[in-house]
């Protein structure tokens, strides 16, 4: 009993670690669904906004790139990808778009 229970409570500890560490494929789309991203934004291609994988490569190896990248996703602008502004995401909970971000920028091409 004791052995089952440890084995169950370690299960739960790698699931809990993977959640709060990064996103993985399914559960970060399901988010950009959720949160509206997906209406303007693709893993690999161009919708309305960059796709993901081009944000990724545009800020590789800069490390000011996830607080930059919140704060724009939160209060929306243009002038980095072309003139079609990004609106304001007001209503995302700022744990999604943290988390979301996190992983766009592990994603390649
Ligand atoms: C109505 C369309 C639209 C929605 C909804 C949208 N975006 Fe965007 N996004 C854009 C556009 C357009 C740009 C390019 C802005 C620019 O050129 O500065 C952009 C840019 C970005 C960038 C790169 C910013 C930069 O300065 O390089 C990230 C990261 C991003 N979006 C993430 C998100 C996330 C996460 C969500 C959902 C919470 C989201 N977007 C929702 C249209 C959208």
């Given at each position: 009993?004791?052995?089952?229970?440890?084995?169950l409570a370690?299960?739960?500890?790698?699931i809990?670690n993977?959640?709060?560490a990064?996103l993985?494929?399914?559960s970060?789309?399901?988010?950009?669904?959720?949160d509206?991203?997906?209406a303007?934004?693709?893993?690999?291609?161009?919708?309305?906004?960059?796709?993901?994988?081009?944000?990724?490569?545009?800020?590789?190896?800069d490390?000011?790139a996830?607080?930059?990248?919140?704060?724009?996703?939160?209060?929306?602008?243009?002038g980095v990808?072309?003139?079609?502004?990004?609106?304001?995401?007001?209503?995302?909970p700022?744990a999604?778009?943290?988390?979301?971000?996190?992983?766009?920028?592990?994603?390649?091409?």
């Amino acid at each position: 009993m004791k052995l089952v229970f440890a084995g169950l409570a370690s299960v739960l500890f790698v699931i809990g670690n993977a959640a709060a560490a990064s996103l993985d494929m399914a559960s970060a789309e399901a988010m950009m669904k959720k949160d509206g991203c997906a209406a303007c934004h693709a893993v690999d291609k161009i919708i309305i906004g960059p796709s993901y994988q081009e944000v990724a490569a545009k800020y590789k190896g800069d490390k000011d790139a996830p607080a930059k990248l919140v704060k724009k996703v939160k209060e929306g602008g243009s002038g980095v990808w072309g003139q079609v502004p990004m609106p304001p995401n007001v209503t995302t909970p700022d744990a999604d778009v943290k988390a979301l971000v996190g992983w766009i920028l592990t994603l390649k091409k």
